[in-house]
């Protein structure tokens, strides 16, 4: 008896690694066939033309998506300043005020300000800053943005400052310096690499974002380098075009889907590398 | 006389010292809260703008199966039952996937090229933007789909609420099999190790040690990964096919509560209407809100104990 269920038990086990990995294996599949769509479809788009012209109306041929990207580039600068500031100055509080009452309520609105639909954070900038400056802005989509990124930067911060031990903030206070200059001198700079880190993942997402720009930075088909004016971004272009009927646009949306999967991949990659180099061990 | 006055820079720095202190202590706690307040006042706008619908429509809202923008009647629950029927149905579908994906890394290959290749894709599937998924789902899911449809069937409309749950669970599996992993590396190695000194197999071990003990980890990453499929707006909005009726199957076209407001938002005419759309953002935010605290204080739990 004992030998026939022992069998039966190693064939169990030996199914259920199977099919543990074969599941896993399936999961990649779509990361798979996306990259090959865009890369097929996309590829063919590039050429230098392509990022140094505007788009061209329906029946014209070529046409590029400068636009898009100096927008895109502008967003995120708007959005970066404020976030990057109050995320750091939010971040260090967390971490140095763990267990107090007002850093548990900070903590939860931060989880719950990133758990908040993008789209809504959409609808907020157009309360906020639309509607009081009477039109759609790159300032507004920056904002929106900015609302995104801030929690994220909170939490790395928060993180980074964590795994610094507590010796090394011990020691500088030990020596008379005093807590503002020790935060600054010498526990900001132990982190910096960490909070480098979240701040670069964070513009990846966020310069991805789509559904925060709808009716803030709205869209734009010529080149605008004016922060109270409309303006393109990457993947409003490629929402505008994948989403109309002519084939000549969706051309130009595999292109700029090319160039913004290759954006956040390389963003990606590279902080990946540089967290490996910067990584400073205590 | 020399010593005198170096005692008074003394007291000077160290009264200059003091204001920056102070100074310093004030911005970082106003920085926090600003968070806070930022909170409040995205609940509290979202809240006044909505008044209008509110007033007229009341709890009525949520129930009344016609939006019709022409007439001026507006009534949420063809959206509420688009978005949860996409959310579940996706939830579903990536479940399986991310367990496997969890108990892969997290029990199998803990380290090694299998590990650290499984990891990465699954980081880069994260990094994907939302708009990509949409636009891949639209040229390629939804054809698919709509062969399958014709060889069934079923009228091929190709994008509906399947098509969505589909994209919308290969954007989820990520997310949820890296809760799920964390949780599952909590599980304390000496009570797996008892088991295999009883004699029971990896397979047994993992499914009558390691999974119940981190089930509740593993429903907290199931939560926080439905709320994020709840508010995912754009991949769905390309493929849900925008209709304002009550969804009749799981084949047919219809909305979600992110989608509507993506679609009708910058086109909305008259007070009512915008009125209409920022409530259900209103409910949209408030779902949410609820699930991520629900998902995050169970993490937290969890966590401490171990």
């Known amino acids: 008896m004992t030998r026939r269920t022992s069998k039966l038990r190693i064939t169990k086990d030996r199914g259920f690694k199977t099919l543990v990995i074969c599941l896993s294996f399936l999961s990649m599949v779509p990361l798979l066939l996306i990259l090959y769509y865009i890369i097929k479809n996309g590829l063919p788009a ?40 109050l995320g750091i100055a939010a971040g260090i509080f967390l971490s140095d005020h763990k267990g107090s009452r007002v850093a548990y309520w900070v903590g939860l609105a931060v989880d719950v300000l990133q758990g908040t639909p993008s789209i809504i954070i959409g609808i907020i900038a157009y309360l906020w800053v639309v509607i009081p400056m009477g039109g759609f802005s790159a300032l507004s989509g920056g904002i929106a943005l900015g609302l995104m990124m801030l929690p994220m930067i909170i939490k790395a911060t928060e993180e980074t ?48 974002e789509t559904a925060p720009l709808l009716f803030t930075a709205f869209g734009n088909a010529f080149m605008n380098w004016n922060a109270t004016k409309p303006v393109n971004a990457l993947p409003l272009l490629i929402y505008n075009y994948a989403t109309s009927p002519y084939p000549e646009w969706h051309r130009v949306a595999w292109g700029a889907s090319c160039v913004l999967v290759g954006l956040v991949f390389t963003l990606n990659i590279f902080v990946r590398i540089m967290t490996r180099r910067w990584k400073v061990t205590f | 006389m020399e010593n005198h006055s170096s005692v008074k820079i003394a007291a000077i720095t160290r009264h200059s010292n003091q204001k920056a202190e102070f100074a310093f202590q004030k911005i970082l706690l106003l920085s926090a809260l600003a968070i806070l307040i930022l909170l409040v006042a995205i609940f509290l706008s979202l809240l006044f703008q909505s008044i209008d619908s509110l007033k007229i429509f009341g709890f009525s809202f949520v129930v009344r199966k016609t939006w019709d923008p022409v007439s001026g009647n507006f009534g949420a629950l063809p959206f509420l039952v688009g978005t949860l029927w996409t959310s579940f149905l996706a939830l579903l579908i990536s479940l399986p996937f991310s367990l496997a994906l969890a108990i892969f890394i997290g029990e199998y290959y803990k380290e090694g090229i299998l590990h650290s290749v499984i990891k990465n894709v699954t980081d880069l599937l994260a990094g994907i933007p939302s708009i990509i998924y949409g636009f891949w789902a639209l040229f390629v899911l939804v054809p698919i789909v709509r062969g399958f449809q014709m060889k069934f069937g079923i009228f091929p409309y190709g994008v509906g609420i399947f098509t969505a749950s589909l994209i919308l669970s290969v954007m989820i599996i990520p997310y949820s099999a890296s809760i799920s992993r964390e949780v599952i590396s909590l599980v304390p190695s000496d009570i797996k190790e008892a088991a295999f000194s009883l004699g029971a197999t990896r397979q047994e071990v993992i499914t009558k040690v390691v999974l119940p003990y981190a089930r509740s980890g593993i429903g907290a990453g199931a939560l926080l990964a439905l709320g994020r499929a709840l508010g995912e707006t754009m991949a769905v909005t390309m493929v849900i096919g925008n209709s304002n009726l009550l969804p009749g199957s799981l084949f047919s076209p219809g909305n979600t509560m992110a989608s509507v407001i993506a679609n009708e938002f910058t086109e909305a005419t008259g007070r009512l209407h915008v009125s209409s759309l920022i409530e259900v953002g209103l409910l949209l935010f408030l779902v949410t809100l609820v699930i991520n605290i629900m998902g995050k204080y169970i993490i937290r739990k969890i966590s401490v104990e171990a």
């Open chain 1, 46 to 85: 590039l050429n230098w033309d392509f990022f140094k012209d505007l788009p061209r109306p329906v029946g014209e041929k070529g046409g590029g998506i400068a636009n898009a990207i100096i927008g895109s580039c502008i967003l995120v600068v708007i959005a970066s300043q404020p976030s990057i500031i």
């Open chain 1, 161 to 208: 400052l964590n795994l610094i031990p507590a010796s090394l903030k011990e020691a500088s206070l030990a020596l008379g310096v005093p807590y503002y200059r020790t935060i600054l001198k010498v526990v900001l700079p132990a982190g910096v690499s960490g909070i480098m880190t979240g701040v670069l993942i964070s513009i990846a997402r966020v310069g991805g």
